[in-house]
């Protein structure tokens, strides 16, 4: 069963950093982009970062210039490096990549369990 196992979450004064890994566990044939949304309470879950297997970025408008996501193909992790967090960043932090399990089958979206982020002081 392929799962995608987040960490890094916690609390962070404002002004502070975080970084979050997610890895692709089990077993699939192929996975094309990786990401990370939040939802906050009371709000729509909204795109954070993605990176797609070509190593072509996109990130939400409140987070250009202080959040920096990477990731490794061989690994089968991305990273979100957040610096420089503010409360409003404070959420739940889903991972989500688009995995194939088969060769004949289609791209499914997958999400992780969640991590929160809290930033406060």
């Known amino acids: 069963q392929v799962q995608l196992v987040e960490s890094g979450g916690g609390w962070v004064q404002p002004g502070g950093s975080l970084r979050l890994s997610c890895r692709i566990s089990?077993?699939?044939?192929?996975?094309?982009?990786m990401g990370w949304y939040r939802q906050a309470p009371g709000k729509q879950r909204e795109l954070v970062a993605a990176?797609?297997?070509?190593?072509?970025?996109n990130y939400g408008d409140s987070v250009k210039g202080r959040f920096t996501i990477s990731g490794d193909n061989a690994k089968k992790t991305v990273w979100l490096q957040m610096n420089s967090l503010r409360p409003e960043d404070t959420a739940i932090y889903y991972c989500?990549?688009?995995?194939?399990?088969?060769?004949?089958?289609?791209?499914?979206?997958?999400w992780g369990q969640g991590t929160q982020v809290t930033v406060s002081s």
């Open positions: 989500n990549a688009a995995i194939k399990v088969q060769l004949y089958t289609a791209y499914t979206q997958k």
């Open positions: 990176i797609t297997d070509g190593g072509r970025t």
């Open positions: 089990g077993s699939f044939f192929s996975f094309n982009g």
